[in-house]
């Protein structure tokens, strides 16, 4: 049987949430986060050296990595469900997404959080300002741009179908919830970008996501706010 090892409010929801839409039993062996660091316990190193999660185990199969997860649940047990139409472009896209929500969207995220962090840090009077300065410069060449034409073309994308393969739900779907639910957590998608908020309010809608919230527990992402 199929174990998620789920750390609370963390990319592993998806998971649960693609287990549901496949109608796959599965146990969870949940992880809290560290109060003060909201890192992963060290427990979670004796299921894969990382530490990371999400990571799931199927019998002595273990498999870390949420796109790698999503693939091999896809390739074992889908049977044809969550996958797009038999049409060239429809399965491009659907490559495509599944790669570009950790390849290319997350890793802004992340560098935002990161800046947050030393934005907000406890420094010396006088090296504060420096550090603020060095974020700021980051925010103004890096982030702020990148993610300001990403977010663009995520709100085109949706402009042209519910979802971001097309009208129907797939595991590409899947994988990018998380990215608009990390965005929800400093912008106001509804007021910016509403085909991104129209989105993320069909994932949370769609009945598997309600059963894998309420087996994986209340969801409230770990990112600082700006």
Excluded at 200 to 223: I, K, M, V
């Amino acid at each position: 049987m199929v174990v998620v090892h789920h750390l609370e409010n963390s990319r592993s929801l998806r998971i649960l949430w693609l287990l549901e839409e496949l109608g796959v039993e599965y146990e969870i062996k949940h992880y809290a986060r560290d109060p003060e660091t909201k890192l992963a316990p060290q427990s979670l190193k004796d299921i894969h050296p990382l530490g990371k999660s999400p990571v799931i185990t199927d019998g002595d199969i273990t498999v870390a990595e949420s796109g790698a997860i999503i693939e091999y649940l896809m390739d074992t047990y889908s049977d044809g469900k969550l996958r797009p139409a038999d049409d060239p472009a429809a399965k491009r896209a659907y490559t495509y997404f599944m790669h570009y929500a950790e390849g290319t969207v997350m890793p802004l995220l992340i560098v935002g959080l990161l800046m947050g962090r030393i934005e907000s840090a406890k420094l010396p009077f006088f090296v504060k300002p420096i550090a603020k300065g060095i974020a700021g410069k980051v925010r103004e060449g890096y982030l702020t741009p990148n993610l300001t034409n990403n977010l663009a073309f995520m709100e085109q994308t949706l402009a042209q179908s519910t979802w971001f393969t097309g009208d129907t739900l797939t595991a590409a779907d899947v994988q990018m919830s998380f990215i608009a639910e990390g965005l929800s957590v400093n912008l106001d998608l509804e007021r910016d970008f509403p085909n991104l908020a129209r989105f993320r309010d069909a994932c949370r809608a769609s009945a598997g996501y309600q059963r894998a919230l309420e087996r994986g527990g209340p969801f409230e992402l770990a990112l600082n706010r700006k």
